[in-house]
């Protein structure tokens, strides 16, 4: 999964921001620090991103930065669990999860009038997988408490969650954040979700009132 | 019991002469003489004329020091004047810095404004809104500010500067600071890449400068340019190569 790589010059243009922008971000800490990559070019240092992230993530803070102010995006953006709480009916009300994904994840996050943001995205997640049609009930069911065990233990939860395949025997791991794995053969990747990516989803769909 | 007390009301601590104390949550902290921390403490205010060390972590609303405060963990709050030397071994994250003395950081510092009329070491970043300069600076990361003020009064260095408005000048002999410190004639900012919106740039060694309107004053060696709108070079700069991307 080698990913493509922007230069902070081809950035600019293509983005139209300014330097002081750029600088600007990500001392609010809008663009990650590890989204840096320094490399030497013929012309000196120069500095690269990933391509699709950065152009994903500059595009999101140019739509909303007029409505929000740039504390308010960083919170978006960051990877730390919101402190909110949000009733069940609500989110389902606002579609932002279904009633089976609620069903099922009740059993593992316990019933409660109202959510945390750590329970809610556990849902989310949940119902992202079912709407996906790839994966059943029951495999829903064990990736639950396998994410809630595990996802906390990454640096800022930078991290996937695959789910495997072989011979209809199903395998769930996390692994950092764009890590490259390989199997033998016969093994599908059904599934591989980007969780900060999730986290960052379900935070736009919060805030959206 | 302490945290009991603290917790009724954040008390005061006053150190005269030389003790030691346990840290906590205190509304002023006082320290004249010799004072010692142990552990992290919060405070609204802290004063210190003297010497204080502290082995944990200093959060204050306002803190004034005269004389050597020595942080072996983080330093964060409001506003933090000094005309001592703080060295801090953390991170620093305030509001307001501002420095007559030396702040010497083995880590980044974060601050909304930061004003320097003594010296700043840090080995990692120094990040600020705005960064008025009037001193000397040695940064071993980025030095990153919206605007960015420098008058040069001793050689300078950073490994990068980005940010919005970037001027550095000569320091003038007519500033009042000029009369007890003399700006040395031959001070030169040290870089190798330097972006920004606006550049402007007098007595400056720098590999690469890019920006979208750059000035290049005299006093500058430039190993490359690179402009978006404008470029002008002033009379006594050298410039090896120069493009308009």
């Known amino acids: 999964m080698e990913e493509e790589l922007i230069s902070k010059k081809d950035l600019l243009e293509l983005t139209g921001i300014s330097y002081g922008q750029l600088y600007r971000w990500k001392r609010k800490n809008l663009l990650p620090e590890e989204w840096f990559i320094r490399k030497s070019a013929f012309t000196g240092q120069e500095t690269f991103f990933p391509k699709q992230k950065i152009l994903d993530r500059i595009d999101k803070i140019v739509n909303m930065k007029d409505d929000l102010s740039l504390d308010e995006l ?33 059993a593992f996050i316990g019933k409660s009038e109202r959510y945390t943001f750590e329970q809610t995205l556990c849902v989310y997640i949940l119902d992202h997988c079912l709407q996906s049609g790839e ?28 789910l495997l ?24 990747i059904i599934l591989r979700v980007d969780v900060p990516v999730m986290i960052e989803q379900l935070k736009l769909k919060l805030m959206a009132i | 019991m302490n945290d009991r007390v603290a917790e009724r009301e954040a008390r005061s601590l006053t150190i005269t002469g030389s003790s030691s104390v346990m840290g906590g949550s205190y509304d002023r902290v006082k320290i004249v003489g010799e004072g010692e921390i142990v552990g992290d403490t919060t405070c609204n205010k802290l004063t210190c004329i003297g010497t204080l060390a502290a082995d944990g972590t200093i959060a204050g609303e306002k803190m004034s020091i005269v004389g050597t405060c020595d942080i072996k963990g983080g330093l964060q709050g409001g506003s933090l004047k000094t005309s001592g030397t703080v060295s801090v071994s953390g991170i620093t994250r305030l509001r307001e810095l501002g420095i007559s003395g030396t702040i010497e950081a083995k880590d980044h ?29 040695e940064i071993g990361g980025l030095l990153s500010a919206d605007k960015l003020n420098i008058h040069l009064y001793r050689d300078c260095k950073a490994n990068e500067i980005g940010g919005g408005v970037i001027r550095i000048r000569r320091a003038s002999l007519l500033n009042p600071l000029s009369l007890f410190f003399k700006p040395s004639s031959s001070a030169r900012l040290l870089v190798s890449v ?16 890019r920006g979208n309107k750059v000035e290049i004053g005299p006093g500058c060696e430039i190993g490359l340019v690179e402009y978006k709108e404008f470029y002008e070079q002033k009379k006594g700069a050298v410039v090896k190569d120069k493009r308009k991307v």
């Open chain 1, 135 to 162: 994966i059943s009930l029951d495999e829903g069911r064990t990736m639950l408490p396998t994410f809630l065990e595990h996802y906390k233990k990454f640096k800022e939860q930078q991290c996937d969650m695959i």
């Open chain 2, 194 to 209: 330097m972006e920004g919106d606006h550049i402007y740039l007098e007595n400056t060694i720098a590999d690469i400068v």
């Open chain 1, 74 to 106: 960083a919170d978006m953006f960051s990877p730390a669990s919101k402190a909110i709480s949000i009733s069940m009916k609500e989110l389902i009300e606002r579609n932002i999860v279904s009633t089976d994904a609620v069903k099922t994840a009740e």
């Open chain 2, 109 to 137: 510092i974060y601050a909304e404004q930061i004003r320097l009329r003594g010296m700043l070491q840090t080995l990692g970043d120094c990040e600020a809104e705005e960064f008025s300069g009037r001193g000397i600076f």
């Open chain 1, 165 to 188: 395949r072989k011979m209809g025997v199903s395998v769930l791991l996390l692994v950092p954040t764009g890590g490259e794995i390989h199997f033998e053969s016969g093994v599908k």
